[in-house]
């Protein structure tokens, strides 16, 4: 299919120089290489040995890489756990992020960086409505705020966007962000960071999403990394009974990296033994996937922490122990892993009704937003800024809770600095993501079979969401 290059005049047109990548030893840049990450001084193959970081979480949504005293807290104890990558979901571009991102450089820490926030994201309800050029400065503007890190991965331009059956209309909008962002990074003359997408595990469509965002002749339209979060691996496990030789086989010719954007199943008696570390860098996995990040570095109201945190107090949990020493006891493959270039780009899947309704022809970048190619993106908004405010919303009237068993979770509706600034309506949404978390984390874990999470829903574990919050989870596409 041919998709669009609308910008490409700008890329050629864009006169201003970037300011030179920061360098640092500890964190030479990551490349894409086929299937594979590469350490771009030393040419060996990169695994993520990542977690997945925002303390505070949804409930108390805060910049943790602008805040010197939460990165002092808690770079240390990452450190100590063994890992090379965070993954932050939510930023406030206007913010400093100097102090944080040398000191994760200084621990040989990368960063995968989400490019939305709870009320700068594609909506579910509007896709279309919502990909508008506000939008695309707050995510260009992200980037600008984060480009010149050699530790800087990669960003995801979405997160979960599909979490349904339903949802696969808005995967259009999310790959057009895709392709904005690719354009940005080369018009802006960063150095070519990679860009991705990170996917549920929605059995009726992971397939079809996997090929959709790799597909299409465009290469600009094409994600350069798929992040899948997986919560299959439960207790101790095994490749056949997680399912996870199935995902092997699913994406044994994607022609660019896979790895686990989340993993890290909570439905176990006690702590969490981590045995899929094992698995996960084994030579069984690594000539298709790449590493992962576990869900999460600190404990919320879901249950997933691998630490608790109280105050400037971070302690341990025997999660944590369990990691570290699964961490310490695996190393990576030798070699290059078994990573192929010679892999091809995905056939685009067809529209179908009800299936994947997403289109092959793109939309067209909103006109407004060009004027950032040339540029810049100019002020960042921070977290305040609302950008779909002019979109359609059926927030108060949908109800969408299909199930009501066992709750247990409640969400707690406090709001932090950063989402006070937006209107109480939007702090609640801020609540709701919690919830969203707890449903979406229960219902892919609370089943033994990788192919049921998304009809488990009714599963134990299943938290019981108020429905204001359940309908701006939805609306919104908030983080986690
Ligand atoms: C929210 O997070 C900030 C930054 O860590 C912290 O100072 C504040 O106490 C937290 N608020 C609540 C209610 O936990
Ligand atoms: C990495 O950058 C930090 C902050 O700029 C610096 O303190 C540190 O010495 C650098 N490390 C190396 C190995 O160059
Ligand atoms: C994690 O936080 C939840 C909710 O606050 C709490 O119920 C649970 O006990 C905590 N887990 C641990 C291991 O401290
Ligand atoms: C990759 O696939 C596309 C479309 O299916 C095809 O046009 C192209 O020739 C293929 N490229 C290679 C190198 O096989
Ligand atoms: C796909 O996008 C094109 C161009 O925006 C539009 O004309 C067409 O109606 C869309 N098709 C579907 C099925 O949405
Ligand atoms: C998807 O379907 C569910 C269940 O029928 C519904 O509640 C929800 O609002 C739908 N989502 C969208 C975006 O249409």
């Keep these: 299919m041919q998709l669009r290059s609308l910008v490409s005049a700008f890329v050629l047109s864009a006169g201003l120089a970037q300011a030179a990548s920061s360098s640092n030893s500890s964190t030479p840049s990551i490349t894409v290489k086929g299937n594979a990450f590469f350490n771009s001084e030393s040419g060996q193959r990169f695994y993520i040995r990542g977690v997945d970081y925002q303390p505070g979480g949804s409930s108390n949504l805060t910049d943790p890489l602008a805040d010197a005293s939460i990165c002092d807290r808690d770079v240390p104890v990452l450190k100590d756990l063994g890992i090379n990558t965070i993954r932050v979901y939510t930023v406030d571009n206007s913010q400093d992020h100097t102090h944080c991102m040398n000191l994760l450089q200084d621990n040989g820490i990368y960063l995968i960086l989400d490019v939305n926030t709870p009320t700068s994201a594609i909506s579910r309800f509007d896709p279309a409505c919502s990909y508008n050029s506000d939008y695309l400065q707050n995510v260009f503007a992200t980037i600008d705020a984060f480009a010149d890190y050699s530790n800087v991965l990669g960003f995801f331009a979405g997160n979960e966007v599909i979490n349904s059956v339903n949802t696969t209309n ?54 350069d990394m798929f992040g899948v979060n997986d919560y299959s691996w439960c207790g101790e496990s095994s490749l056949v009974v997680s399912g996870y030789a199935l995902k092997m086989k699913l994406y044994e010719d994607y022609s660019v990296p896979v790895f686990l954007s989340e993993f890290g199943c909570n439905q176990v008696k006690s ?29 919320e109201t879901n249950n997933y922490g691998l630490v608790q945190i ?118 609640s949404s801020s609540s709701a993501s919690i919830s969203e978390t707890s449903l979406v ?25 108020p429905l204001v919050f359940r309908a701006f989870a939805e609306l919104y596409n908030l983080i986690l």
């Excluded at 033994?273 to 600190?298: D, H, K, R, W």
């Design 170 to 223: 808005t995967a259009t909008y999310v790959k057009a962000v895709v392709r904005d962002m690719k354009k940005y990074i080369k018009a802006r003359k960063y150095r070519q960071i990679p860009v991705g997408y990170s996917a549920a595990d929605i059995v009726g469509n992971r397939q079809l999403a996997a090929e959709y965002f790799n597909c299409g002749d465009d290469a600009d339209a094409r994600i």
């Design 310 to 427: 109280n105050g400037d107090k971070v302690t341990k949990l025997t999660d944590f122990e369990n990691l570290k020493n699964e961490y310490g006891k695996v190393s990576d493959p030798r070699g290059d892993g078994g990573y192929s270039t010679s892999y091809n780009y995905s056939t685009c899947p067809e529209y179908e009704k009800n299936v994947w309704e997403a289109n092959n022809t793109l939309p067209e970048m909103p006109s407004a937003a060009s004027v950032y190619f040339k540029s810049g993106a100019g002020s960042p908004m921070g977290t305040g800024i609302a950008t779909q405010q002019s979109c359609d919303s059926k927030d108060d009237d949908e109800d969408d809770e299909d199930t009501s068993s066992s709750s247990s979770v409640s969400s707690s509706s406090e709001s932090s600095s950063s989402t006070s600034k937006v209107s109480s309506s939007s702090s």
């Design 271 to 299: 702590s969490r033994p981590f045995t899929e570390i094992e698995a996960i860098y084994s030579t069984q996995m690594s000539s298709v996937f790449s590493g992962g990040l576990v869900y999460e570095y600190s404990n």
């Design 441 to 465: 984390k229960s219902a892919a874990s609370a089943t033994s079979s990788s192919q049921s999470s998304s009809k488990s829903k009714g599963a134990a574990g299943v938290t019981k969401i």
